[in-house]
């Protein structure tokens, strides 16, 4: 049972590449998000899809782009990574419903020099 | 902007004893929930509150949910080492699916 699967799970970019994170799950989730992690700063929403065919900008979308393929995979671009994009990237899914459970990949460590 | 403010950040204890992590906002909740975070890993749901005054049990955690649902509680008794981790609460509001979380509490449980 692989749940939700990220890659790659880890990265290094020079300022002004550009690259894309692969997320699936394999759950029948409607709903699915992409988050960064930065230390002290918790989980915060860069975008998330609803349903397939839906997107929505999160708290900090800023230098991202995203893409829902199909149910199953949503993508995160990063058009020209810079330094302040170094963080931890997490994919999750979940039930379009309100108590329901968030689960999450395991995370892609993104070092932009 | 973080809705929902945790303390401590920071966490350091003797195996065995016991701690409050605590979870607020000045916004109501539908329903709050925590998360676990090992290194490494992504967060795993411990527990989802939903009904203010709420207390459920996990073992050796507790949790509790705010009269007014705008807080949260997580105590744990007689901490062990497996019990070091990041630990986030996130909360949900108006009939709204995505989770908003905290900071985090990142805890270190020495032998």
């Known amino acids: 049972n692989a749940g939700v699967t990220q890659t790659p799970k880890f990265q290094v970019l020079k300022t002004g590449q550009s690259m894309t994170l692969q997320c699936a799950q394999d759950?029948?989730?409607?709903?699915m998000y992409w988050y960064r992690q930065d230390p002290g700063m918790g989980l915060r929403l860069i975008y998330y899809s609803a349903s397939e065919g839906t997107t929505d900008k999160g708290e900090v979308p800023n230098g991202y782009n995203v893409s829902r393929l199909n149910k199953r995979e949503f993508s995160l671009r990063l058009e020209s990574a810079a330094p302040s994009q170094t963080s931890v990237y997490f994919c999750a899914s979940s039930k379009r419903t309100a108590n329901t459970e968030a689960f999450f990949g395991q995370g892609t460590r993104l070092t932009v020099v | 902007t973080q809705l929902l403010e945790q303390s401590p950040q920071f966490l350091s204890i003797q195996e065995g004893e016991n701690l409050t992590v605590y979870c607020n906002s000045s916004s109501v909740f539908s329903s709050l929930q925590w998360y676990r975070q090992e290194p490494g890993e992504g967060p795993v749901l411990l527990v989802t509150?939903?009904?203010?005054?709420e207390v459920k049990k996990l073992k050796r955690l507790t949790f509790q949910f705010g009269d007014a649902r705008k807080d949260s509680s997580l105590h744990i008794t007689a901490a062990q080492p497996g019990d070091t981790g990041l630990y986030l609460c996130a909360g949900k509001s108006g009939g709204s699916y995505i989770p908003t979380f905290g900071r985090g509490t990142s805890l270190i449980v020495h032998p």
């Open positions: 509150v939903v009904t203010g005054g």
């Open positions: 759950m029948n989730h409607n709903s």
